[in-house]
């Protein structure tokens, strides 16, 4: 059975600071993997999408990797700014088929001070 | 982009009462919707998985008489909460896979709270 799990549960930094939010995953045979941002209350935002033949994707001052073969991935925040606080979700999809679902993690709430 | 309209965002009913949560996809066909509840400071758990015009599947532990789908449309899934309890209080949301077949669109989620 996949779980998934990250580390920290939460974290806490002066803004600015480069930061590194860690995910592993028990089975590594996946399809691809999905890092999320949900503000309290609300919804998923997706933030980046790693299919498994890729090792890492990027968008503005986000940039996530996957090692597949070790179950691991990681989403790094460049220069964080207050308005990155939020919880951050990592979310492993198993098959390519339709009716396949995701299985997420507990987040890591990140809090950036001013 | 992408947007999975979930109504209503929050909702207040006493026990014993059914709530309805309504999930459309408004810029493209969802054949699939997975509906999961999130508890205070726990990860997203899947609840069931609707195919457009066919039976749900649900999880193990799901209660399908409890929790009712129906997946009429390609745009429309409905999650119907029957005789809720306080213990079903909890964060509902629902997922489309899609646009593409890579990810998923997430509404934007229904704060139940059974008085």
Known sequence: KQEVTQIPAALSVPEGENLVLN?????????????????????LTSLLLIQSSQREQTSGRLNASLDKSSGRSTLYIAASQPGDSATYLCAVRRREQAGTALIFGKGTTLSVSS | GAVVSQHPSWVICKSGTSVKIECRSLDFQATTMFWYRQFPKQSLMLMATSNEGSKATYEQGVEKDKFLINHASLTLSTLTVTSAHPEDSSFYICSARGPSNYGYTFGSGTRLTVV
């Open chain 1, 23 to 43: 995910c592993s995953f028990t089975d590594s045979a996946i399809y691809n993997l999905q890092w999320f941002r949900q503000d309290p209350g609300k919804g």
